[in-house]
């Protein structure tokens, strides 16, 4: 079993559509959960950063993560040609252990 | 708004020459962090440093690989060796914080193409 698996999509929309992105992991170790936004050949930009379970809210953008069921999502409101990208989930241990563990990333496309 | 910077933005070497990719971090970030993408796969971690030396490494970071700090700014990835599986992008991430408040700040990449 892959530690963090993520559908790759193609994910295609219509602008104004509710997106929703999700994520499972096979560690419960895991204690902090980032979504990416990765433009085509650009590294990856830091959209939302969670700290165990519970909900987190920015802008457009919903972060949750439900550890019992080793579950994450990212959810997009009124999605925009803009947010067309690869979106990517990560996440790390807790304590000194810095390195991030990916999913494959889901390419979303808004269209106009 | 502070980035991390990274040159060169490609990186064309022939098999077997050593290469050296350059990062400059966001300058009050304490730890520094080198990934690779090969095309259509994920990002994988490669090494972590911190306080002038290396703080984790992946089964990917073999002899062939070092990092540096050589002075205040910059943040050095080079590889002894290049192999044709070398080919991928390379990032550099600097964070403020250690543990696991890891919020990773990712430069724009180093497209390495070992022909």
New interface residues.
Partial sequence: QKEVEQDPGPLSVPEGAIVSLNCTYSNSAFQYFMWYRQYSRKGPELLMYTYSSGNKEDGRFTAQVDKSSKYISLFIRDSQPSDSATYLCAMTLSGSARQLTFGSGTQLTVLP | EPE?TQTPSHQVTQMGQEVILRCVPISNHL?F?W?RQILG?????LV?FYNNEI??K?EIFDDQFSVERPDGSNFTLKIRSTKLEDSA?Y?CAS?ER????????????T?LTVV
């Fill in positions: 991390v730890y962090y990934y796969q994920k990002v994988e971690f972590s703080s984790e992946s992008m990032f964070s250690s543990g696991g408040a890891n919020e990773a700040f990712f430069g724009q990449g497209r």
